[in-house]
């Protein structure tokens, strides 16, 4: 199979997975507050030090910065993101992740594990087999290729 072909198949069945195995929505396993998947979104983009721009974000995520905003407010209001100005340029606005919202993060997966174990339920042993092989062999490519600098706008 050539690597293009390949590349077709990843990119139909990827989101394929993705829509039947991710969160809806997410948790706060100290104070039960309920975030939406898309909340959930913005931590995982999200650092408690390296700051991130409003505007970089909200690019990368689709959304306009206004949007962003108010999609920040609410989670500045929960604790989970320190909004700053730019001590360089007192027009952006930059983002970090607190303590909370790191630990809302990494309390939660965006897969959820019971539909996970649903759906690798559903195969053979040896299905299961071929697919935990295939997936730990695309994630080595994907740490070979390495997360890009994220954008400070």
Known sequence: MRTSDAAAVVMTAYPRIWFACH????RDPQSGTLL???QASILDHLDTVEATSLTA???HL?????TMSVAVDRLQKHGYVDRTWDHR????VQLRLTEAGARVRSANS?????RV???LGRLTAEEQRAAI???TILARGADAIGEPKRRQA
């Open 36 to 38: 939406s998947a898309h």
């Open 133 to 135: 092989a295939g997936l």
């Open 117 to 119: 174990e649903a759906l």
């Open 110 to 114: 965006a897969l959820d594990p019971a």
């Open 89 to 92: 340029d007192r027009r952006r």
């Open 62 to 66: 689709g959304v306009t910065p206004g």
């Open 23 to 26: 969160r809806r929505h997410v």
């Open 57 to 59: 974000l909200a690019r």
